[in-house]
């Protein structure tokens, strides 16, 4: 570029803002707003929140409230009694504790299985428990404790090892 070119692009630009600069701007004085007498409606207004200024300041106590005087719910002051020196318990005589029994597992049928076969369907049992899954036939053990006995189209029988009681699992 030349130097006539770059001083015409000044001198454009100046004058640009110069214009925009005086657009912007105003001679002219702002007038100053309307004076508007109050209405009667405001003047309740400002009436009320007098009041209800007056009133919050009324429901703030000034005076603390002494300590705890006199209970107004006794009537006289119990009296002081001595303390009984405590009497020794007789001691129990130890006996056999009988053996805890383990609670059983919380164990649920989730589904059960069918083929057919030649001897009728072989079923196996889906059960969930102690956050395992165990899928098992009859005769397979759960756990040391429980033993499959019988595995219908909706129930699987378990026989717990320790005691030999019967425990059914239904479909819910």
Not at 9 to 25: K, P, Q, S, Y
Not at 29 to 46: C, F, H, L, M
């Amino acid at each position: 570029m030349n130097l006539k070119r770059t001083a015409t692009i000044a001198v454009v630009g100046g004058a640009l803002i110069a214009w925009l600069a005086g657009a912007a701007t105003s001679n002219h004085p702002i007038a100053p707003p309307p004076i508007v007498a109050a209405q009667p409606i405001e003047v309740q207004g400002a009436e009320l929140a007098n009041e209800i200024a007056r009133l919050h300041d009324r429901l703030k106590p000034e005076a603390k409230p002494v300590g705890p005087g006199r209970n107004l719910f006794a009537f006289r002051a119990a009296p002081v009694r001595p303390a009984a020196a405590p009497v020794a318990a007789p001691v129990a005589a130890l006996s056999e504790a009988a053996p805890l029994v383990p609670a059983p597992p919380p164990l649920t049928l989730e589904g059960i299985a069918e083929d057919a076969g030649a001897d009728g369907p072989a079923r196996t049992a889906f059960i969930a428990g102690g956050g395992l899954f165990f899928m098992v036939k009859e005769g397979d053990s759960i756990t040391p404790r429980y033993r499959v006995v019988k595995i219908s189209s909706d129930v699987v029988e378990l026989s717990d090892e320790s005691d030999h009681t019967i425990r059914r699992l239904a479909l819910r």
